[in-house]
């Protein structure tokens, strides 16, 4: 059972480094649209799904008065924040599954896979060494991210 909390405190930084990241997109919101930190506070609160704030502030930055220096730079650390948004998905939309013997791990999908004349739900994958250490990346990269929206706070003079 070692292994299962491993996992489970591995799943837990993966939310906290990207909850503490999607955060910093209220200083994106603040500066895109010039607006005070109250008020960008608001506008993410309101929007309430990750994709509804990443697309927001990618559509402040592709705005005609935005420098094309800093659009660049938020449109790259959105893009990356939002590939790094499939492997949190997974593991909060899952069920997992550990054999106490081998410590064999498994994730099971809570989702539904449409297609034209069928549905499939339920896909099962293990939860290898591989995919721990695509988490451990997952977590590094977030911090590179946090990283580059602190930088992007402090180059263009957004509030902080």
């Known amino acids: 059972m070692r292994r299962f909390q491993d996992v489970l405190l591995l799943v837990g930084q993966l939310n906290y480094t990207w909850?503490?990241?999607?955060?910093?997109?209220?200083?994106?919101i603040a500066g895109l649209a010039q607006s005070d930190k109250e008020t960008a506070i608001v506008i993410f609160l309101t929007l309430n799904t990750p994709r509804a704030r990443?697309?927001?502030?990618?559509?402040?930055a592709k705005m005609q008065k935005t420098p094309a220096d800093c659009r660049a730079d938020v449109l790259d650390s959105?893009?990356?924040?939002s590939d790094e948004a499939k492997l949190r998905n997974k593991y909060n939309h899952c069920?997992?599954?550990f054999d106490p013997d081998s410590g064999r791990g498994l994730t099971q999908s809570m989702r539904i896979f449409e297609g034209r004349d069928d549905i499939k739900?339920?896909?099962?994958?293990e939860l290898d060494d591989q995919e721990i250490e695509r988490i451990r990346?997952?977590?590094r990269s977030l911090i590179r991210i946090n990283q580059s929206f602190w930088h992007i706070t402090e180059k263009y003079g957004f509030p902080k």
């Open 78 to 81: 959105t893009k990356r924040l």
């Open 54 to 60: 990443i697309d927001l502030v990618e559509r402040l």
């Open 19 to 28: 909850t503490n990241t999607e955060s910093l997109l209220i200083h994106m």
């Open 121 to 125: 739900y339920g896909k099962i994958e």
């Open 137 to 139: 990346e997952s977590i």
């Open 95 to 97: 069920i997992y599954s």
